[in-house]
Every structure is written in structure tokens, then in C-alpha cells.
């Protein structure tokens, strides 16, 4: 394995490494490190970690919205339902008297 004082940037060949990413395994000059949660990690990495709650977020986002959906429809479907029951209880007769005036 390399040593530390051997190393360059990944990113900007002409600078000393300083710490090497513990997720990727490059290394990187002070500016191109950061520290998260104790520790010091490169930006790419940095990256994907704060980008990871995000994808988390919208899943359940969009189940939510699925779920909700789905609700929606069977809440609508049995109002109908309900409302097509009722309308079939009404007796026939009620309907031919309605239908013509000039009995």
C-alpha cells in the first residue's frame, strides 16, 4: 500500500494528498476533503451520502401519493355504489308516473 506522503490529489495532480476518502479509497488534498459525522470524506462521497435521504424521501413520497390515490378511488367507488343502491330501491312506479305528465 502507497503511503500517504506519496500521494497526489485526485483531483489536482500538482497538490500533496492529505487524507485519503475512507468510502472510495482515493486521495485528496485539503480542499477536496470534507468531514461528516466524525470523519473525513471527499465531496463525490459526500455527495451520494446526502443524496441517499433524499431517493428515501420521494419513495415514500410517492407511495404516499399511491396509497392515497387508491383511498380516493374505493371512497368514490362506494359513494356511487351506495347512491346506485338507493336509486334502484325507489319502485317502479315512481318512475312511469314522473316519465309521463299527461296520464
Not at 27 to 36: K, T
Not at 49 to 61: G, K, T
Not at 68 to 89: E, N, P, T
Request: include cysteine; glycine fraction near 2%.
Amino acid at each position: 500500500m502507497p503511503s500517504l506522503v506519496n500521494q497526489r490529489c485526485l483531483n489536482h495532480a500538482q497538490r500533496e494528498a492529505v487524507a485519503r476518502c475512507p468510502a472510495c479509497g482515493h486521495y485528496f488534498c485539503r480542499e477536496c476533503i470534507a468531514e461528516h459525522d466524525d470523519r473525513v470524506i471527499c465531496a463525490s462521497c459526500l455527495a451520494k451520502i446526502a443524496h441517499s435521504p433524499l431517493l428515501r424521501r420521494r419513495r415514500l413520497v410517492m407511495l404516499r401519493r399511491a396509497v392515497c390515490g387508491l383511498v380516493g378511488f374505493i371512497i368514490a367507488w362506494f359513494f356511487f355504489y351506495s347512491l346506485a343502491q338507493v336509486l334502484l330501491q325507489i319502485p317502479t312506479q315512481t318512475h312511469e308516473t314522473a316519465m309521463s305528465p299527461f296520464r
